[in-house]
């Protein structure tokens, strides 16, 4: 295949890069302003309906909800809660979260009492979760919690502060004024 620049002239090769560099970064601009406004009215969605995000780290679940699954959950008070519904509580006494199927449920004033078991799991909980609300599953993504997970690492944020930084800066670096048989260009 014969080169480019030949084939365009010299100073239409440098026109033709110019143009797919600047709409590369308007592309990227563009996709992280979307990212950006994404998290933002996810974080608005999360305060208005009480909802998070949940990674199963243990396979109590499978096959239904492997390792590394990432699942939307929602708040609701546990006396909604029916039997089959997958719900996040934390264990009173170590405040780890757990997320189970719901077994039984047994209203007590504005709480309930609720019998977990994993899908996985032999035998349920051993203990009942007395609690007023539960975070409820609404949908499940399988793999997508462990890039989650990985993303909350120091090096990930790093590295995304680096891009993000450049890309900010190749957004902004001063236009390099072109002069071409008496015409001024400004470069945009």
Known sequence: MPPLAPALGGAGFWAVLSRVLKVSREIALTLVALLGLVCIVALVLGFVYKASFVVFRTGSMEPIYPVGALSLTVQVPAAELVPGDVVSVKRSESGVLVTHRVVSVEPDGSGASLRLKGDANSSEDPLPYQVDTAQK???????????????????????ATMAVAALVVWAYWPKRVARHKGVVSTGR
Request: no cysteine; proline share 9%; charged share 5%.
């Open 137 to 159: 599953v609404l949908a499940t993504v399988p793999a997508v919690g462990s890039w989650v997970m990985a993303m909350r690492g120091p090096g990930f944020i790093g590295a």
